[in-house]
T-cell receptor, first 112, second 114 residues
Framework: GESVGLHLPTLSVQEGDNSIINCAYS??????FIWYKQESGKGPQFIID?????DKRQGQRVTVLLNKTVKHLSLQIAATQPGDSAVYFC???????????FGPGTRLSVLP | ETGVTQSPTHLIKTRGQQVTLRCSSQ?????VSWYQQALGQGPQFIFQ???????GRGNFPPRFSGLQFPNYSSELNVNALELDDSALYLC?????????????FGPGTRLLVL
């Protein structure tokens, strides 16, 4: 079936550097995407979202880029901090507000 | 904090038993979705409840069932528990009927089936 995948299962970055987490999705009908952050023992935390009629959206220290041509989503974190260490999931849906399909996640480790 | 609460936080059951998990949605939200997250994997959609009825279901057997109450809180029931049901069960609340489709998650209930 359709699924969302990630290019890199783990990512290690130096504190203060920028991080880029990538995600490939296979359902061309997907029209809404969310990045979630999940810390150990907690539920996924909303970071930022983007709809298919946009190609870029910025938040506080985070930017999501959407390339519908190659079905690729990325999350950029500026000036990565130790508190950013977590597993990051991209999630997509083609039934707005209903069933989100999650990828396996990327673990981000921030090195001192 | 999202305002979504779940109970209990942890639960241990034996194979064949039944379990009920509970979720209270965030204030202002009318929809609850349930997900199963196995260790080291992303969440998998079980089903969603809106207006006290099932509003979409993932690839889970009928022994996974749910309820939504008039105050929008929800229960997930699993009958005839199997070892593979051991997972983190997440509920997410959202609003149906508006332009907002974001789902906000609770902390989850960790279920261990022995």
């Amino acid at each position: 079936g359709e699924s969302v995948g990630l290019h890199l299962p783990t990512l290690s970055v130096q504190e203060g550097d920028n991080s880029i987490i990538n995600c490939a999705y296979s359902n061309s009908a997907s029209d809404y995407f969310i990045w979630y952050k999940q810390e150990s023992g907690k539920g996924p935390q909303f970071i930022i979202d983007i709809r298919s009629n946009m190609d870029k959206r910025q938040g506080q220290r985070v930017t999501v880029l959407l390339n519908k041509t190659v079905k690729h989503l990325s999350l950029q974190i500026a000036a990565t901090q130790p508190g950013d260490s977590a597993v990051y999931f991209c999630a997509e849906t083609s039934s707005y507000g209903q069933n989100f399909v999650f990828g396996p996640g990327t673990r981000l480790s921030v090195l001192p | 904090e999202t305002g979504v609460t779940q109970s209990p936080t942890h639960l241990i059951k034996t194979r064949g038993q039944q379990v009920t998990l509970r979720c209270s949605s965030q204030s202002g939200h009318n929809t609850v979705s349930w997900y199963q997250q196995a260790l080291g994997q992303g969440p998998q959609f079980i089903f969603q409840y809106y207006r006290e009825e099932e509003n979409g279901r993932g690839n889970f057997p009928p022994r996974f069932s749910g309820l939504q109450f008039p105050n929008y809180s929800s229960e997930l029931n699993v009958n005839a528990l199997e070892l593979d049901d051991s997972a983190l069960y997440l509920c997410a609340s959202s609003t149906t009927g508006t332009d907002e489709g974001t789902q906000y998650f609770g902390p989850g209930t960790r279920l261990l089936v022995l």
